[in-house]
C-alpha cells in the first residue's frame, strides 16, 4: 500500500518506510519486535475518513498509523471510530481532525512486561514499534500481550468471577445500528450483547462498528451486524482457559454465564489485562531484588524504580526493619487518605482496623520472619473511618550481610472484588425466593459435615420434607400466594433448627434439612414433631388464613447411608412413605426388607380393617350379547378405596390369598352382590344375572355349597340371577376331581358355571367335555392382540369353535376398540365386555348407565358402541 497524491491509501506492493501503505518489519531478534512483525497499515494525513475506514474493513485491520514525510503524526483506532456515531457526516473530513497524537510508541527492544507497564499506564490498546531512528516498523496490541506475557500459571489460579465490573449492555437484534454504536460509545463499552430472541445472543463490538462504516448508504440493524452466536464460557472458568478459547475461536470477546445459563458478563482482553495487575503483587519480590540490583548498578535505574513504584496503580509502603514507614507512593494516599507526611514516621498500626486480633498478626510475623515474604487479605481503616478489605503482599528486602533492611509492602483495595464475590455467591448457592441455600449449596454443606463426622466418629441427620398437596395453592390462588407460603415456611424452618443446623430449598415445594453433631435418632424424631407443629399453624396471607401440612423422611449417617446422593436419596424414601401412611407424618428410613416387610404388614392391617368395617366396594361390569347388543349380565368385582386413589387388585388379592382371607373376601363378595340383586329386584332395577370369581381355595371349602343355597334362600334371589366365574389353574391335576365334584353342586343349584381365562391354566381337553360349566371366558390377553396379531386370531377363533362343538357359549374379556369388536363378532363370539362398552361401575352408576342404554339417557353414560 502506498500513499496516493490526493491521500488516500491504495495498493502497492513495495515495503519501503515512509512511503508505504503497509510497512513490512525488517527481522529482529527481540521478543515484542518479533510479535509486532505484521504489515502496518498507515495513510496520509488528508484521507476521508471513509476510505480509511473501508481499508481497516478491508485489511481486518484495528488500527490505522498516520505518517507524513516519514514522520508519526497520529493514530485512528476502531475505538475512536465509535465516536462517528454522533456524527456520521464527519466521514468525509481528513483523519487528521479525529487522530489521536501523539503515538505511544515502544523501542524494539522492549520487553513484554515494559510493553505491559505502557499499555496500562497509558491505558491504550495499540503500541507502534519503532526502530532505532524512530521508524516505525510494526503494530504490537493488547492480544499479543495477553497471549504471550508468559502469566498462564497466574491466570490459571483465577476465574472468570475476578474481572466481572458490571453488567452487560444488552440491545435488541432489531434497533439502528447507529443509535447503538452512539450508546456504545457514550457509555464507553467495548462490546455488547444482541439480543435475537428465543435465548439467542451475539456480541457486537468496535469492528463491526467499522464494518457498518464501511457501507454508510445502508442503514443496517444491529443484528444483522452481528448475527453469528455469543461464544460462551461459565462463572468459575479458570481465566487461563477462558483466554486459549478467545485465542482459539479467534475472538477478542466471551460472554460469561450463570449457573442458569444466562449471560451476565462480557470478558475481553483488556479486563484480563486488568486483572493481570494482581501478578505484580505475587512477583513483588522479584521485582524489589530488580531494584536493588538497579540501585547497585546505577542511579539512573534508582530513578526508574522510583518512577515505577510512584506511577503504580497499588499501594506501597516501605519500612525499616522495626516497621516504621519510610516512604509511600500517590496511590497509598489515594487508598488510605493519609498524606505521605501524615504517614512517614509512623508504623502500620496507623491503618489498624482492630479486626484482626493478636494470634492474626502474630502469624503474619512468624512466615514473614520464616519466608521473607507473607501475603494475604486484611481489613484495614481509612483516614476517615471506612473500614475496609485490601489484599496484601509484604516482602522482606535483605542486605549483603542476609540481614532485614527494609521491608516492602503492595496493596490494592478489593472492596468491589468482595461485593461482586458476594453477590455471585449469592446468585449460585441460594434460592432467590427463599434466601435459604440451594441444593448446590446443601450438597456441598452435607459434604463437609460428613467428613467432619467421619473424622470425630459424629452421627448427623438429613430431613426431606415436602409440602402436601401444595399444588392446589398455585391452581386456586395463583403462584404469589404459593410464593409467599414458601417464604414462610422457609422462615419457620429456621427458627426451629440450632444455629449449626441448615435449612434449604431444592426446588418447588421440597425442602431440606442438615442436622450435624445429634447423639440419636431420637432427636431428630423431636425436631419433625417441631417441625410439623409450626407447619400446623395457619398462613395468613392478604387476610386470608391457608392450612397446610407437610410429609418428612429422615435419613442418619452412619445408619442409612455415607454419601450424600445416599442420605437424600432414602430421606426421600422415607418421606414418601409419610405421604403413603396419610400425610403430615415423618417417617425414619428402613433399609430395602425392612421396607418392604413393613410396606406388607401395613397393607396386611389395613386389609383387616376393610373387612371389619366394610372398606371394600363391589363394582359392576356390563356384558353385552353380539346378536342384538344387549345387556345379558353383569360380572362383580372388588375395589378397595386407598388414600390415593383405588388400590389395584393385582397388589391386594395375592396377599389376601397368602394370608388365607380370601375365603372370607369371596363370601362378602357373594353376599354383597345378593343383596344388590334383591334391592334391584325390589326397587324396578336390573334383573340381569352377576357373576362372582371364585378361587380354587373356595370349591375345595365343603361349606360354599350350603352358603351359597343360604343366601339365595335368605335374599330371595332365583338361581338362574348368580353365575359363579372359576379360573381354569383351579382345575390343577391333584385337585381337578374334587373341583369338579364342588362345580356340579353348584350347577344342582340352578347357577350358571363360567370357565375363566381359558387358554392360560392347567385344564387339559380331556377335562373340558366333563365340565358342568355353561360359559368359557376368552381372558383379555388374547384379546388385546386382536386383530393384528396372527396368533391371536387363530387362538380366539380355535377357542370360540371348541367352545360352540362343546355347546358353550364364549365370552370375551377386555374388549376395547371396533376392531376387537368386528372380529370377535364375526368370529362367532357370543357375549363380550371390556372398556368399549363401559368400565366397571359401582351399583349406581351401574343402573343409571343400564337404565339409559342404549343412549335415550345420560350421553355421558352412553356405551361407545361400534355396530
Known amino acids: 500500500m502506498k500513499i496516493s497524491p490526493t491521500g488516500a491509501i491504495s495498493p502497492?506492493?513495495?515495503?519501503?518506510a515512509e512511503d508505504a501503505?503497509?510497512?513490512?518489519?525488517?527481522?529482529?531478534?527481540?521478543e515484542v519486535w518479533h510479535l509486532a512483525r505484521r504489515a502496518l497499515l498507515t495513510c496520509a494525513p488528508n484521507t476521508p475518513l471513509q476510505d480509511v475506514v473501508r481499508q481497516m474493513f478491508e485489511g481486518n485491520c484495528s488500527a490505522v498509523v498516520i505518517v507524513e514525510d516519514g514522520r508519526l503524526l497520529g493514530i485512528w483506532t476502531e475505538r475512536d471510530a465509535t465516536r462517528l456515531a454522533a456524527c456520521p457526516q464527519e466521514l468525509q473530513s481528513p483523519v487528521s481532525d479525529h487522530m489521536s497524537s501523539p503515538v505511544k510508541t515502544l523501542a524494539a527492544g522492549s520487553s513484554l512486561r515494559e510493553a505491559g507497564l505502557v499499555m496500562q499506564r497509558e491505558g491504550v490498546r495499540h503500541l507502534v514499534i519503532v526502530d532505532a531512528d524512530g521508524h516505525p516498523g510494526g503494530m504490537f496490541s493488547l492480544s499479543d500481550l495477553i497471549r504471550h506475557q508468559g502469566v498462564e500459571y497466574y491466570l490459571s489460579l483465577r476465574e472468570i468471577d475476578s474481572t466481572i465490573t458490571r453488567e452487560p449492555m444488552r440491545v435488541a437484534a432489531t434497533s439502528p445500528a447507529q443509535a447503538v454504536f452512539e450508546r456504545m460509545h457514550r457509555e464507553q463499552r467495548e462490546a455488547f450483547l444482541v439480543d435475537h430472541g428465543d435465548g439467542h445472543c451475539s456480541i457486537a463490538c468496535e469492528r463491526d462498528w467499522v464494518a457498518y462504516l464501511s457501507q454508510p448508504e445502508t442503514q443496517l440493524a444491529i443484528g444483522e451486524?452481528?448475527?453469528?452466536?455469543?461464544?460462551?464460557?461459565?462463572l468459575g472458568t479458570p481465566l487461563l482457559m477462558a483466554r486459549n478459547c478467545m485465542e482459539q475461536a479467534g475472538l477478542n470477546h466471551l460472554g460469561v454465564t450463570n449457573g442458569g445459563g444466562e449471560i451476565i458478563a462480557l470478558l475481553c482482553y483488556s479486563d484480563i489485562l486488568r486483572s493481570i495487575e494482581y501478578l505484580y503483587v505475587s512477583r513483588l519480590q522479584s521485582v524489589l531484588d530488580q531494584r536493588n540490583q538497579a540501585l547497585k548498578e546505577s542511579?539512573?535505574?534508582?530513578?526508574?524504580?522510583?518512577?515505577?513504584?510512584?506511577?503504580?496503580?497499588?499501594?506501597?509502603?516501605?519500612?525499616?526493619?522495626?516497621?516504621?514507614?519510610?516512604?509511600?507512593n500517590p496511590s497509598f494516599s489515594a487508598v488510605t487518605g493519609y498524606s505521605a507526611e501524615e504517614a512517614i514516621g509512623k508504623t502500620p498500626a496507623l491503618l489498624s482496623s482492630g479486626f484482626h486480633d493478636h494470634t492474626f498478626y502474630a502469624a503474619m510475623w512468624k512466615e514473614l520472619l520464616a519466608q521473607g515474604t507473607w501475603q494475604g487479605e486484611i481489613w484495614n481503616q481509612r483516614k476517615n473511618g471506612e473500614i475496609y478489605p485490601q489484599w496484601i503482599s509484604i516482602t522482606a528486602i535483605y542486605d549483603d550481610t542476609s540481614h532485614v533492611r527494609q521491608y516492602a509492602a503492595i496493596f490494592s483495595d478489593i472492596s468491589e472484588r468482595k461485593i461482586r464475590e458476594q453477590q455471585i455467591e449469592k446468585l449460585a448457592y441460594f434460592d432467590e425466593l427463599t434466601g435459604l441455600p440451594n441444593r448446590r449449596l446443601f450438597q456441598a454443606r452435607l459434604e463437609r459435615a460428613l467428613e467432619k463426622a467421619r473424622l470425630e466418629h459424629q452421627r448427623l441427620g438429613v430431613l426431606f420434607l415436602d409440602l402436601d398437596r401444595f399444588k392446589r395453592i398455585n391452581d386456586s390462588l395463583g403462584h404469589s400466594v404459593g410464593d409467599e407460603v414458601l417464604s414462610i415456611v422457609a422462615k419457620r424452618l429456621t427458627r426451629v433448627l440450632r444455629k449449626n443446623d441448615t435449612a434449604a430449598r431444592l426446588s418447588g415445594d421440597e425442602f431440606t434439612l442438615l442436622i450435624p453433631a445429634i447423639e440419636n435418632s431420637a432427636s431428630l424424631n423431636h425436631l419433625a414433631e417441631r417441625i410439623l407443629q409450626t407447619m400446623s399453624d395457619p398462613f395468613v396471607i392478604d387476610g386470608q388464613s391457608l392450612h397446610l401440612s407437610c410429609s418428612i423422611g429422615i435419613a442418619c449417617y452412619p445408619d442409612d447411608g455415607d454419601s450424600v446422593e445416599l442420605l437424600l436419596k432414602r430421606a426421600d424414601t422415607a418421606m414418601y412413605r409419610s405421604k403413603d401412611n396419610g400425610r403430615n407424618g415423618f417417617s425414619l428410613f428402613r433399609h430395602p426388607l425392612e421396607e418392604a416387610s413393613q410396606a406388607s404388614l401395613s397393607l396386611e392391617m389395613a386389609m383387616y380393617q376393610a373387612l371389619k368395617h366394610g372398606d371394600f366396594e363391589l363394582h359392576y361390569q356390563p356384558k353385552l350379547h353380539f346378536a342384538n347388543q344387549q345387556p345379558v349380565g353383569l360380572e362383580a368385582l372388588i375395589r378397595w378405596p386407598g388414600p390415593d386413589g383405588?388400590?389395584?387388585?393385582?397388589?391386594?388379592?395375592?396377599?389376601?390369598?397368602?394370608?388365607?382371607?380370601?375365603?372370607?373376601?369371596?363370601?362378602?363378595?357373594?353376599e354383597t352382590a345378593c343383596h344388590q340383586l334383591?334391592?334391584?329386584?325390589?326397587?324396578d332395577g336390573p334383573h340381569l344375572p352377576i357373576a362372582v370369581n371364585l378361587s380354587a381355595s373356595d370349591l375345595l371349602d365343603t361349606t360354599l355349597v350350603d352358603d351359597i343355597r343360604s343366601l339365595l334362600d335368605y335374599y330371595q334371589i332365583p338361581p338362574q340371577l348368580l353365575d359363579l366365574e372359576i379360573t381354569e389353574d383351579s382345575f390343577i391335576p391333584a385337585q381337578a376331581a374334587s373341583v369338579q365334584e364342588g362345580l356340579a353342586q353348584l350347577r344342582a343349584l340352578g347357577v350358571g358355571v363360567a370357565l375363566d381365562d381359558f387358554g392360560t391354566g392347567f385344564c387339559c381337553l380331556g377335562y373340558l367335555k366333563h365340565l358342568p360349566v355353561d360359559y368359557l371366558k376368552i381372558d383379555a390377553s388374547f384379546v388385546a392382540g386382536l386383530p393384528e396379531v396372527y396368533e391371536d386370531r387363530h387362538l380366539a377363533q380355535t377357542i370360540i369353535a371348541l367352545a360352540h362343538g362343546l355347546n358353550l357359549s364364549v365370552i370375551a374379556e377386555g374388549v376395547e376398540n371396533p376392531a376387537q369388536q368386528a372380529f370377535l363378532a364375526e368370529a362367532g363370539c357370543d357375549q363380550y365386555q371390556g372398556y368399549l362398552i363401559a368400565p366397571a361401575m359401582n351399583a349406581l352408576d351401574c343402573a343409571r348407565w343400564l337404565s339409559c342404554y342404549p343412549g335415550n339417557g345420560d350421553p355421558g353414560l352412553t356405551p361407545p358402541l361400534a355396530g
Open 12 to 16: 502497492h506492493s513495495d515495503a519501503v
Open 299 to 328: 542511579t539512573e535505574c534508582l530513578r526508574l524504580a522510583e518512577k515505577v513504584i510512584e506511577a503504580s496503580l497499588n499501594a506501597i509502603i516501605i519500612t525499616d526493619p522495626k516497621g516504621v514507614i519510610q516512604a509511600v
Open 225 to 234: 451486524l452481528a448475527q453469528e452466536a455469543c461464544l460462551t464460557v461459565a
Open 646 to 670: 383405588m388400590r389395584k387388585p393385582e397388589v391386594f388379592l395375592p396377599l389376601a390369598k397368602q394370608l388365607g382371607l380370601m375365603p372370607r373376601i369371596t363370601r362378602w363378595v357373594l
Open 678 to 683: 334383591q334391592r334391584w329386584l325390589t326397587h
Open 21 to 30: 501503505g503497509y510497512i513490512e518489519p525488517s527481522d529482529h531478534s527481540h
